[in-house]
């Protein structure tokens, strides 16, 4: 089973910047074709924020783009988002997500346990 552990979340004030890690870990081999960020704010459904496939291809929701960037440091498992100019609406609990094969066979998809981020005005 593959384990995803985010950091980075807490509170900032609109119109500052924060960083997001996620770290994939597993007790056996595996790979990572995508890691994503998605964020779910309060009586919201969870929505993708960014993601980074391999060969570093990323796309951006269109409320981000310009502002958030994600990047992937592939020997440590590990995908990045770095977030500026916050703003409140950005408010929210990010998730990380990754996907591959375990042992070049099974499947996997799997959730961090997600990392809240505030903004105030």
């Known amino acids: 089973q593959v384990q995803l552990v985010e950091s980075g979340g807490g509170l900032v004030q609109a119109g500052g910047s924060l960083r997001l890690s996620c770290t994939a870990s597993?007790?056996?081999?595996?790979?990572?074709?995508?890691m994503a960020w998605y964020r779910q704010a309060p009586g919201k459904q969870r929505e993708l924020v960014t993601q980074?496939?391999?060969?570093?291809?990323?796309n951006y929701a269109d409320s981000v783009r310009g502002r958030f960037l994600i990047s992937r440091h592939n020997t440590k498992n590990t995908v990045y988002l770095q977030m500026n100019n916050l703003e409140t609406e950005d408010t929210a609990v990010y998730y990380c997500?990754?996907?591959?094969?375990?042992?070049?066979?099974?499947?996997?998809?799997?959730w961090g346990q997600g990392t809240q981020v505030t903004v105030s005005s």
């Open positions: 997500n990754a996907d591959g094969h375990i042992n070049g066979a099974s499947y996997y998809n799997e």
């Open positions: 597993a007790g056996t081999m595996f790979s990572i074709y995508t």
């Open positions: 980074i496939r391999s060969g570093n291809i990323t």
